[in-house]
């Protein structure tokens, strides 16, 4: 019998959980995307500290053509805005707009709930232990 492929298993489960989640935020907020609601959340985490395109790049592990898109995208709808950083006209910092903030706190309760409906009759053992093996195969990846 034919092991079965990891990379094929993850590939799989990433689409479900993207499909899912991008319903449930468009239910939300019609003009966001699940990723771009990641990016919120991420810049939400950083406080006060300066967040430049690169930062959001390294984060999702998603190329600068891809994270310059997303973030015309999500300032066109003003989610957030890009200023420049005063040390360096070229970089231009990542600044969460109040419409932006807002949406994110929307969706905090709605990911909470899906997060239980994902861990529904798994332990907190076999959650860590998947977690674990997630993060190796990252590993192995880089």
């Not at 997303?70 to 969460?96: C, F, H, S, W």
């Amino acid at each position: 019998m034919e092991k079965e492929h990891i990379g094929f298993e993850i590939r799989t489960l990433s689409n479900l959980l993207h499909r899912k989640i991008n319903q449930m935020v468009a239910e939300e907020e019609e003009s966001l995307t699940a990723h771009q609601l990641w990016v919120l959340s991420f810049l939400v985490r950083q406080g006060e500290r300066e967040v430049v395109q690169r930062d959001i790049e390294k984060e999702f592990s998603i190329r600068r053509s891809t994270a310059s898109h997303m973030l015309t995208l999500m300032e066109n709808n003003g989610y957030v805005r890009r200023v420049p950083v005063p040390q360096d006209a070229r970089l231009k910092r990542i600044i969460l707009t109040e419409k932006g903030s807002q949406a994110q706190k929307r969706m905090v309760d709605r990911l909470r709930r899906f997060e239980h409906m994902l861990r529904g009759g798994i332990t907190d053992e076999e959650t860590e232990f998947f977690l674990d093996i997630v993060r190796r195969i990252g590993e192995n990846i880089q």
